[in-house]
């Protein structure tokens, strides 16, 4: 809320759409990098970072709260993994 009482609405881009849409569809056959590169036009580093950004924000998770908690759950799995 702002000081006005006013909820602020998070607006998610389009570019986050498809990011979150496509991690939703991505069947894990085949190459991810290849595809995140000729469907989204991203270099596969930058996908991640803005995938690891964005399943932080609440329009994120209000837009597919599912696939969000999918990556978060992948990316805890990761980070335990190289922890031990």
């Known amino acids: 809320?702002?000081?006005?009482?006013?909820t602020l609405l998070q607006v998610l881009s389009h570019?986050?759409?498809a990011i979150l849409d496509f991690e939703r569809r991505w069947g894990?056959?085949?190459p991810k990098d290849r595809l995140i590169e000729g469907v989204l036009g991203l270099a596969s580093a930058r996908y991640y970072e803005l995938l690891g950004r964005l399943v932080g924000e609440k329009a994120a998770v209000?837009?597919?709260p599912?696939?969000?908690k999918r990556v978060l759950?992948?990316?805890e799995d990761h980070t335990e993994v190289?922890?031990?």
């Open 28 to 30: 894990q056959t085949g």
């Open 82 to 84: 190289a922890a031990s």
């Open 73 to 75: 759950r992948l990316i």
């Open 1 to 6: 809320m702002d000081r006005g009482g006013n």
């Open 66 to 68: 599912l696939t969000v």
């Open 62 to 64: 209000a837009y597919d």
């Open 15 to 17: 570019e986050e759409k």
